[in-house]
C-alpha cells in the first residue's frame, strides 16, 4: 500500500482572524480555515485581544484545515507559525493563564511612555542596537505599560513567575509547552539587538525588564518543540515562525538583495530584502531581522541572518472595514471597487487615515484621520475612493524613502494581502510608483513563507532554489498614468497629510 501525501500546517495568527493552510509540495492550497474574533477597544486608540481567543482560534482553524483537507493529522508532516507581531502578551509561568489582555501592535496606550524615553535621549541608542524607532507600535514599551499600571506584576515578574511573548511565542507554548521565539519576531521588542542576535540588557536595563521572562530565541526554521499529543492525536514538530511580515516575503521568494514585496493587510507593510548586512535607516523606515536560516554566523556580522528594510502603514485594509463596520457606506470590500470605479477621480477628496496614528516614514503618534476637500458634489463613491486611494499613497511613500535608504531602484514591487485583489487599488498602486506591481497565483504568502520555513527543516522542501520553483506570477499591474495628473495627485496627498499633521488633539 503507498504511503500516504504528506503535507505543511501554517498557522496564520493575524490581527482579525485566526487561520490555518494546509499546503502540498508545489505550495498549493490544499486545506483552509479562517476564523475572526473579537477586538477590544477599552478607550480611543487602545486595542485588545483575549489570548485565550487567540488561542482557541487558532487551534480551532488548524483542526478546520485538516477536515477541510479530508486528510488525517498523521500526514502533517510539521507546522509553521506565522503571526500579527509586536502584540504583548503576559501569561503564569506555573499556570499558562494570562495576567491581561494582549495589548495589540495598533494600541497607542505607550505613547507618554515613548515621549519620556526620548526625552531621556535614548531614541538613538534604540534605534543603533535594535532597527526601530520610539513608537507605542512596538513590545517593549507596551511591556512597560504593564509593569507599571497594573499592581504586583514587576514583582512577579522579578520573581521569575511570569513568561512574556510575542503571539508566536504564546502559540508555541499553547501548542508544545516551550517558551521560545524567533529573531524576527524578537526583533520587534525593542530589547532584542539585532546586530549581534540576542537579548540586550543595556536596554532591558533601561525598559526595566527582567531578562527571566523573556523567551529563548532559536532560528527561524529549526524545532520549537513538539505539538502536546492530545491536540491533534499525534505529535507534530513545530519546525517554522516568522512575523507575519517576514514571512510574507520568505513566501513570495524574495531571497535576493533588492527583492521587495507589500502586504495589504489591516495594516501595509513593505519589507526590502537587503541581503546579510543591516542597513540603517535615514529615513525614518525600521532595519529587521527578515530570517534566520540557521545558517551559522556570517564571517564578522556576528549573527548568520538577513534582513530587510521595512516601512509600515498602520491603518490599510482597517480602512475599508471603517467604511463598512462605522460609517455603513459599503457592503463588503468588493463593493469599494466597484463604487471607485464609477467615478471617474476623487472628486479632489482626499482621506488621511491616521486613525492610530502614523507608522513610517512620519512616526506621528499623535496625528489623526483626516479628510479634505469635501464639497456638496461629493458623493459616497469619491469618499470610497480617495480611502482606497489613501492606501496607494501611503505604500508610495514608503517605497520612495526605501530607494534612499538602499541607494538602488527597486524595478517591481510584489504584492500579497486582502487588498491586492482589489484591481483599481493595484492599477492605482501601480501608476502611483510608476512600475510593476506584480501578484503570485498562490496569494497565501504569509501562511506560505511559515510552511517553507518549517518544511525546509524538516526535508519537505530541499534548498531556496526548490521553494523558488514554486512562486509564479498570476496576474502584472503596469502604470498608465501621465506623469502630469500623477505628480499633481502626489503634490496635493503631501498637502493634505501636511493638513493631518497640523491638527493635534489636547
Known amino acids: 500500500m503507498p504511503a500516504k501525501e504528506r503535507y505543511i500546517l501554517a498557522l496564520d495568527q493575524g490581527t482579525t482572524s485566526s487561520r490555518a493552510i494546509l499546503f502540498n509540495k508545489s505550495g498549493v492550497v490544499i486545506g483552509v480555515k479562517q476564523i475572526p474574533f473579537n477586538q477590544i477597544f477599552p478607550r480611543p486608540g487602545w486595542v485588545e485581544h483575549d489570548p485565550e481567543e487567540i488561542w482557541s482560534s487558532q487551534f480551532a482553524a488548524a483542526k478546520g484545515a485538516i477536515e477541510a483537507a479530508q486528510i488525517e493529522a498523521e500526514q502533517v508532516e510539521a507546522i509553521g507559525i506565522t503571526n500579527q507581531r509586536e502584540t504583548t502578551l503576559l501569561w503564569e509561568k506555573a499556570t499558562g493563564k494570562p495576567v491581561h489582555n494582549a495589548i495589540v501592535w495598533q494600541c497607542r496606550r505607550s505613547a507618554e511612555i515613548c515621549q519620556e524615553l526620548k526625552a531621556l535621549g535614548l531614541a538613538e541608542t534604540v534605534k543603533e542596537k535594535t532597527g526601530l524607532v520610539l513608537d507605542p507600535y ?6 512597560m505599560w504593564l509593569f507599571n499600571e497594573i499592581p504586583g506584576l514587576r514583582a512577579r515578574a522579578e520573581k521569575g513567575e511570569l513568561m512574556f511573548g510575542t503571539v508566536d511565542t504564546w502559540l508555541i507554548y499553547r501548542l508544545t509547552g516551550e517558551h521560545r521565539t524567533d529573531p524576527t519576531n524578537a526583533s520587534r ?5 539585532i546586530k549581534e542576535g540576542r537579548w540586550d540588557r543595556e536596554l532591558l536595563k533601561v525598559f526595566n525588564i527582567p531578562e ?3 523567551p529563548k530565541v532559536q532560528a527561524s526554521s529549526s524545532r520549537f518543540g513538539m505539538s502536546r499529543k492530545e491536540l491533534f492525536g499525534v505529535e507534530i514538530p513545530v519546525t517554522g515562525c516568522a512575523g507575519d511580515q517576514q514571512a510574507a516575503l520568505f513566501g513570495h521568494a524574495c531571497f535576493e538583495p533588492g527583492m521587495a ?6 495594516g501595509c507593510f513593505t519589507l526590502l530584502n537587503t541581503g546579510s548586512v543591516p542597513v540603517a535607516s535615514r529615513h525614518n523606515l525600521l ?3 527578515a530570517w534566520d536560516l540557521g545558517a551559522g554566523t556570517a564571517s564578522g556580522a556576528g549573527t548568520g541572518y538577513t534582513y530587510a528594510l521595512e516601512g509600515s502603514v498602520f491603518i490599510a485594509g482597517a480602512v475599508i472595514q471603517w467604511l463598512r463596520d462605522q460609517l455603513g457606506l459599503v457592503a463588503d470590500a468588493a463593493e469599494s471597487e466597484k463604487l471607485a470605479k464609477s467615478v471617474e477621480d476623487n472628486g479632489e477628496v482626499f482621506l488621511v487615515p491616521a486613525f492610530v ?6 512616526w506621528d503618534s499623535e496625528v489623526r484621520g483626516t479628510v479634505v476637500g469635501i464639497t456638496r458634489g461629493t458623493t459616497k463613491a469619491h469618499f470610497v475612493r480617495a480611502a482606497l486611494e489613501s492606501i496607494a499613497y501611503q505604500s508610495r511613500d514608503l517605497l520612495v524613502a526605501m530607494e534612499k535608504d538602499f541607494g538602488h531602484t527597486i524595478p517591481c514591487i510584489k504584492a500579497d494581502g486582502g487588498a491586492s485583489m482589489n484591481n483599481f487599488l493595484m492599477q492605482f498602486q501601480a501608476d ?7 501578484l503570485p497565483e498562490v496569494g497565501e504568502t504569509t501562511a506560505l513563507g511559515a510552511a517553507y520555513l518549517a518544511g525546509l527543516n524538516v526535508g519537505y522542501w530541499k534548498d531556496l532554489k526548490e521553494v523558488e520553483q514554486n512562486w509564479r506570477k498570476k496576474r502584472e499591474y503596469s502604470p498608465e498614468m501621465a506623469r502630469e495628473k500623477r505628480d499633481r495627485l502626489l503634490a496635493r496627498w503631501a498637502k493634505a497629510v501636511d493638513s493631518a499633521r497640523s491638527y493635534k488633539p489636547d
Not at 512596538?138 to 511591556?143: E, P, V
Not at 521588542?189 to 539587538?193: E, P, R, S
Not at 496614528?357 to 512620519?362: E, H, S
Not at 502611483?432 to 506584480?438: F, H, K
Open 138 to 143: 512596538f513590545s517593549g514599551t507596551k511591556l
Open 212 to 214: 527571566a521572562i523573556l
Open 189 to 193: 521588542t525593542l530589547l532584542f539587538n
Open 287 to 289: 532595519t529587521t531581522v
Open 261 to 266: 514585496k507589500n502586504t495589504y493587510g489591516t
Open 432 to 438: 502611483m510608483l510608476d512600475r510593476s506591481v506584480i
Open 357 to 362: 496614528g502614523m507608522g513610517a516614514p512620519y
